[in-house]
């Protein structure tokens, strides 16, 4: 089966820009996470949905991130405006949805290599 | 709160000899625990994982590891280390549950000598 897609692989952009960044998760995946890996560190969750609802944006910076998926399948993260904090890797995850645990395996994107001059 | 500690941030080792990477867990309760491998340049995989079955877990390419909750330990082996193992390895605890909120360690990373 086809894995999660993720583009751009690569953005550079200047502080106080504004970037996207795009995923498509496994086929019939309810459950699509956005993570933040900054470097030397592991990845750190942004913002989880179920299907085009949002169930956890707690570590989410709101005053300048975004994130939608409309319609319950691919989903957007944007940054407005673009701090040089925010260079980093951002993952997209996705997940089947089920009371048990075993079935909530993540599987994860290659990355979009954020940098932020 | 949960949280993941990896006790070292780089391990090196020569092919052919035993891996080990160690790994602490705090959790409130009955964790899920997984171990994810990131080559470069490439997605997070998934190795092995627990969710209260077998106390010894074996994942894919020789791994395993062993759940100790009176240690709160949770390490990583493989008895002969391949080049194609050198990645960064990141232990990771879930409470579980229809969110299953994963909560990663800083990582290690797993350089291999020929």
């Known amino acids: 089966e086809a894995g999660v897609a993720q583009s751009p692989r690569y953005k550079i952009i200047e502080k106080r820009q504004s970037v996207a960044f795009w995923c498509n998760p496994i086929s019939g995946h309810a459950t699509l996470y956005w993570y933040q890996q900054i470097l030397g560190q592991g990845p750190k969750l942004l913002i989880q949905f179920q299907n085009n609802g949002v169930v956890d944006d707690s570590q989410l910076p709101k005053d300048r991130f975004s994130a939608e998926r409309l319609k319950g399948v691919d989903s957007t993260l944007k940054i407005q405006p673009a701090k040089l904090e925010d260079s980093a890797v951002y993952l997209c995850?996705?997940?089947?949805?089920?009371?048990?645990?075993?079935?909530?395996?993540?599987?994860f994107g290659a990355g979009t290599r954020l940098s932020v001059l | 709160a949960q949280s993941v500690t990896q006790l070292d941030s780089h391990v090196s080792v020569s092919e052919g000899t035993p891996v080990l990477l160690r790994c602490n867990y705090s959790?409130?309760?009955?964790?899920?625990l997984f171990w994810y491998v990131q080559h470069p340049n490439k997605g997070l995989q998934l190795l092995l994982k627990?969710?209260?079955?077998?106390?010894l877990v074996k994942g894919i390419n020789g791994f395993e590891a062993e759940f100790k909750k009176s240690e709160t330990s949770f390490h990583l082996t493989k008895p002969s280390a391949h080049m194609s193992d050198a990645a960064e390895y990141f232990c990771?605890?879930?409470?579980?549950?229809?969110?299953?909120?994963?909560?990663f360690g800083k990582g290690t990373k797993l350089s291999v000598k020929p």
């Open positions: 959790s409130s309760y009955s964790p899920s």
């Open positions: 627990y969710t209260s079955a077998a106390t």
């Open positions: 990771v605890v879930s409470e579980g549950g229809s969110q299953g909120n994963l909560i």
């Open positions: 995850a996705s997940s089947l949805v089920g009371q048990v645990v075993t079935k909530n395996i993540q599987y």
